[in-house]
């Protein structure tokens, strides 16, 4: 009992101190923890792999407009959530590595607006592409988006714009300035958006260009 006690105050604790990074983090570990959860209760009852299916769906953005305008929540909502482990592991290590070099230029407050209207500007350009190029017709009516990349992206980005010649040392490549990771990013999300996961790959991209704009007008005041 008193060691639950204290992981739940030590819990509350890391969330009151004046760091939005781990506070991003910690909410996106939590929604994952609860939804993963309560996915393993559905199978448990239902014996059903995919029965929270439709509630995932429900807090997911769709592409399709007339779903998004039944369910206009899930443009906020769908950029906390995440399934796969590795989805979140890397969101999370990427939001991590770079977000804490954003906050300590920048400042806390600046931090969730770029990671918030990353996320929504991420989501729009989904919905716009898809909606608006043909290759997407078949498929508009049943896509949904959901993960924090859009929102980690404009993050990247937002660091290698404020800090271009910044450099960080990657594992096998030595010390790469942000810059470069920057484009190397935005290119392979264009490369890949012919691959399997194309409206991932265009939410990132609405994302990184957000982060762009946010910092060039922080500049210009």
Sequence with gaps: MNKNSSILTDIKREFQKDNMINK?????????????????????????????????????????IKQLAIQPWS??????????????????LWLFWIGRILQDYLGVKKIFPIYFWG???????YIIAYNIFPVFDSVVNVSYALGASAGVAAIIIATATLLPDYAIRLLFLGNIKLKWLALAFVLMDVISIKGGNAGGHIAHLGGALLGFLFIKQLQNG
Excluded: C, R
């Design 24 to 64: 991003l983090i910690m909410i996106n570990l939590g929604v994952y923890l609860f939804v993963n959860i309560l996915g393993v209760l559905f199978f448990l009852i239902k014996g059903q792999a995919d029965a929270l299916s439709p509630l995932i769906n429900w807090v997911s953005v769709p592409a399709e």
């Design 75 to 92: 443009i906020v909502t769908y950029m906390f959530l995440h399934e796969g482990f590795f989805h979140i592991l890397f969101n999370m």
């Design 119 to 125: 996320g929504i500007a991420g989501a729009l350009l």
